[in-house]
């Protein structure tokens, strides 16, 4: 009774498909069992949060900057901040050269009168209701990446390992 299956089966699938149906095509051997592969492993992608820890691991390796934001520094005068702020504002600023090149987005002078007709701009004090101005006082030049270079991303989310020290 099976083979008359097949052969309605097959006549009909012919007559409005085209084609013999793919078990019927193998069980008969007109067709090979091809043994599907299995489909490879997805390569994560690294996201905006990779980046950004990323940064933040460079900046710690560099200039120790989280140990210092993390520190509680009310208790140490302010010529010991200083001094301590001095030396990582230094470090950090040659780390981000090493990776990132960066310009203002507005090449102007702080303090002096500026068209807005640039797209990266934020208006800010006595803006109208359209949101629009043809100008105003440059409070800030703003900034922007022009060049990001960092090295390949660490696996795991640890921006800096903890220190052991062995006597």
Do not use: C
């Amino acid at each position: 009774m099976n083979r008359i299956g097949f052969a309605f089966r097959s006549f009909f699938a012919i007559l409005f498909g085209g084609t013999l149906p793919s078990d019927i095509a193998q069980a008969f051997g007109y067709s090979k069992v091809v043994p599907m592969r299995p489909a490879p492993a997805p390569v994560p992608q690294a996201g905006p949060a990779d980046g950004a820890v990323q940064i933040l691991s460079i900046l710690q390796r560099d200039a120790r900057l989280i140990d210092f934001l993390m520190e509680d520094i009310s208790a140490y005068s302010d010529e010991q901040v200083g001094a301590a702020v001095r030396d990582v504002q230094q470090q950090a600023r040659t780390s981000m050269e090493r990776y990132l090149r960066l310009a203002p987005v507005i090449d102007g002078v702080e303090g002096t009168y500026t068209k807005a007709d640039v797209a990266d701009i934020k208006l800010i004090g006595n803006v109208p209701a359209n949101g629009k101005a043809a100008g105003g006082m440059l409070r800030h030049k703003g900034w922007r990446a022009e060049k990001v270079e960092l090295p390949s991303v660490s696996p795991g989310k640890v921006l800096a390992p903890a220190e052991i020290e062995v006597e």
